[in-house]
């Protein structure tokens, strides 16, 4: 049993650092900063501010994009007294008809209607609104028979039409069609969500900031940002804003539940299918430029925007971050952000029977918007608390570190509390004295022997030696155990109890055995 415990003592040891008192109000003030910064980060800028401390929970989602065409009054587009609100060819510098001068960066223009714009298939998070279309005319001209070796080397040949293979025609004041954004979320990390975190766009209102432009001769992409409230179930109005990321304000003016509430974004409105907001509003959003001026930009082959196409990206964000919101307690809102990818074409075709074995290869370019429902949803969580304020006790310990590091290496007395660092205890001290005495005592006995002496001198020589030595063992037996590491104890300036006690044992023994180094040396 007594070597089991042996063994687990060896084994099993615990140690204690040894502390010092430094009497240095700089050293103290420098400890104390950064005991101040270390808990001041923690405490009142990530978790009071910040709140790091709260749980992030994912967000997904799924968002719709329709298209309907501009009309008057508000009314519905299929009743056969609604009348659409757009502006004449006359009126559209782009367009060829009702223009004296032609320019070759014009085409001919057609009305087209949101049905005749609206997909077949609707694409999720995404639609595809032309802008300009491109149309060729083709005759079958094979059908695959015993004669031919049921082989084809051409179906269909495109045919000149009014002397042209392709007629091409912009899609008539595209920018003003309106575009309807609805999505809805849901924040968890599995099947199983929380009803209170999940939501949808319909039911929320908002605040708008008008977008800023970009500086002169600036090239990159400028975005906007706007932000709304999704709550889940029937809640009372929630506020949420739209902002821009170049206008730094803290509150914006409220998106309006009317069109023409805005006199930057007149179309924009909150509808109880969701946002509404024309074509061009959403590409101000993306570039703040307008509409005009990203549509009549030039690219390759010369080919202006309207003609070319692109891909709208929209970021819909979902979030309930709120500076000091301790416990997670605010509604999630959402975030979105446009901007204008750096595509240079984007189109789609396809075949439209024309009869006679003929049909019309429409080639369809124009925009490409595309919504990504993603985010986070914070909530309070004891675990997550628990970890940030484990990086307070680790800040608290690396504050520590640094004074040390400052106390050994770069204060004028950094030799003086090196020594203080590692200068052993006052009973160490007293017991080192001791066997330095017996040292030298025992040099004095190993010196060679005179040859007058008598052997009764030698004699008593050897005793004296012998107890020397063995004394020397104790006292060394002694300091090891006040100072090495082997012992369950390494004193501490501020004892305790129970280290005092040793400190009176070793003291005890010290008396003892400097009675015998008095008695050896009086010999």
């Not at 309807?180 to 979320?185: A, C, D, Q």
């Not at 039911?203 to 002169?216: I, K, N, V």
């Amino acid at each position: 049993m007594g070597q089991l415990t042996e063994f687990l003592d060896t084994f099993l040891t615990y140690k204690s650092p040894r502390y010092a008192d430094v009497h240095d109000w700089r050293l103290g003030l420098a400890y104390r900063i950064f005991q101040v910064v270390g808990l001041g980060y923690v405490v009142f800028w990530a978790v009071v501010y910040k709140c790091d401390h709260l749980r992030r929970d994912p967000v997904s989602g799924y968002a719709r994009v329709d298209i309907s065409t501009p009309v008057k009054d508000g009314c519905f587009e299929a009743d056969a007294t609604c009348k659409l609100d757009l502006r004449s060819f006359a009126e559209l510098p782009y367009c060829i008809q009702g223009k004296a001068q032609v320019t070759a960066q014009q085409r001919i223009c057609e009305f087209r209607d949101a049905y005749a714009l609206s997909p077949q298939t609707p694409m999720p998070n995404s639609l595809f609104v032309p802008s300009f279309v491109n149309r060729m005319l083709q005759r079958k001209v094979c059908e695959p028979s015993a004669g031919s070796g049921w082989r084809c080397e051409q179906t269909y040949v495109t045919q000149a039409e009014e002397g042209k293979y392709q007629h091409g025609a912009f899609v008539a004041d595209i920018e003003r069609y309106r575009l309807l954004i609805s999505h809805s979320y849901e924040a968890s990390d599995s099947m199983n969500a929380d009803p209170e975190f999940m939501g949808r766009s319909e039911s929320t209102l908002g605040e708008l900031s008008p977008a800023a432009r970009p500086p002169p001769g600036s090239w990159k992409p400028w975005h906007s940002h706007i932000q709304g409230v999704a709550p889940s179930g029937p809640r009372p109005h929630i506020r949420a804003h739209v902002h821009h990321a170049l206008r730094e304000v803290d509150e914006d003016p409220e998106i309006p539940s009317y069109e023409g509430g805005n006199t930057d974004f007149g179309t924009l409105y909150h509808s109880p299918w969701g946002d509404m907001l024309s074509l061009g509003d959403l590409i101000k959003l993306a570039d703040p430029r307008g509409a005009e001026a990203v549509l009549s930009e030039r690219g390759e082959n010369d080919l202006s925007r309207r003609e070319r196409g692109g891909v709208i990206a929209i970021s819909i964000e979902y979030t309930n971050e709120r500076s000091f919101d301790i416990l997670g307690l605010e509604p999630p809102r959402y975030r979105v952000s446009a901007r204008l990818l750096p595509m240079q074409w984007l189109y789609q075709s396809h075949a439209v029977p024309a009869g006679n074995d003929t049909r019309h290869i429409e080639a369809y370019q124009g925009f490409l918007i595309h919504a990504n429902v993603h985010g986070h949803i914070r909530r309070f969580e004891w675990l997550s608390l628990l970890q940030v304020l484990a990086t307070a006790l680790v800040l608290l310990t690396v504050a520590g570190m640094l004074t040390d590091a400052a106390m050994a290496y770069t204060t004028e007395l950094a030799q003086r509390y090196e020594l203080i660092r590692q200068q052993p205890n006052k009973t160490v001290q007293e017991l080192r004295s001791l066997v330095g005495q017996l040292q030298d005592e025992e040099g004095r006995l190993l010196l060679p022997a005179d040859a007058n002496a008598s052997p009764e001198l030698e004699h008593e020589e050897g005793a004296d030696s012998s107890r020397n030595q063995e004394l020397l063992a104790v006292l060394r037996s002694i300091e090891k155990k006040l100072n090495g590491p082997e012992h369950h104890f390494v004193r501490n300036e501020a004892a305790d109890s129970a280290g005092a006690h040793f400190e009176n044992l070793a003291s005890g023994l010290l008396d003892r055995a400097a009675g015998r180094v008095a008695a050896s040396l009086a010999a």
